[in-house]
């Protein structure tokens, strides 16, 4: 293989194609994942994230300027997402709460002590809904979809202390919401 790579078509990739080609693959699933959670249609994530990856494609020598490409990526994905939301808003709530319960079990299991016994899956995927944008999404990836601390970290492109200080505070906020005692404020 030379420099640039070789592609299926057979066309070398430069250097740039390339680092975007496995961007590409490593965040396809995730982002897909999520789309689907907030658009509820895998029609409208499908076109979501092709459009984000389009304009990501487009300017990828820009994007890898930006301080964190994660974090930049992640915003295209983002504004491609809220521009395809219908006007009643996401689709969270009733997609997440509907889904298999394998990618809810981990949320609920480790923060059973926390959250004690969940009268409902609605109602906690819709007090997720409400979190503050960046608590959402650690949530979301961590919790609904199942990613670890660190891969979390890397789709957004912050660090995993980052991604559990979300956590925490995502944590306190949903019990405060669900009326449940928060067992950190607890004894103090």
């Known amino acids: 293989m030379t420099e640039t790579g070789g592609a299926?078509?057979?066309?070398?990739?430069?250097?740039?194609?390339?680092?975007?080609?496995?961007?590409?693959?490593?965040?396809?699933?995730?982002?897909?994942?999520?789309?689907?959670?907030?658009?509820?249609?895998?029609?409208?994530?499908?076109?979501?994230?092709?459009?984000?990856?389009?304009?990501?494609?487009?300017?990828?020598?820009?994007?890898?300027?930006?301080?964190?490409?994660?974090?930049?990526?992640?915003?295209?994905?983002?504004?491609?997402?809220?521009?395809?939301?219908?006007?009643?808003?996401?689709?969270?709530?009733e997609t997440a709460s509907f889904a298999e319960p394998d990618p809810y079990r981990a949320l609920l299991r480790e923060s059973q002590e926390l959250f004690g016994e969940m009268e409902s899956r609605i109602g906690l995927f819709a007090a997720i809904a409400r979190l503050p944008e960046k608590q959402h999404d650690v949530i979301v990836l961590r919790y609904v979809l199942g990613y670890s601390d660190a891969r979390t970290?890397?789709?957004?492109?912050?660090?995993?202390?980052?991604?559990r200080s979300h956590v925490r505070w995502a944590k306190r906020t949903l019990a405060r919401e669900l009326g449940l005692e928060d067992p950190e404020v607890e004894g103090e």
């Open 8 to 93: 299926a078509g057979g066309k070398p990739l430069t250097r740039l194609a390339l680092t975007f080609e496995v961007f590409h693959e490593s965040h396809a699933r995730t982002w897909y994942r999520f789309a689907h959670l907030h658009l509820g249609s895998r029609t409208a994530a499908r076109r979501a994230v092709e459009a984000a990856f389009r304009e990501l494609h487009d300017s990828w020598a820009h994007a890898l300027r930006q301080g964190r490409v994660e974090a930049y990526a992640w915003a295209v994905l983002k504004d491609h997402v809220e521009r395809r939301t219908p006007r009643g808003g996401t689709a969270f709530v």
């Open 153 to 163: 970290g890397h789709i957004l492109g912050v660090a995993e202390t980052t991604v």
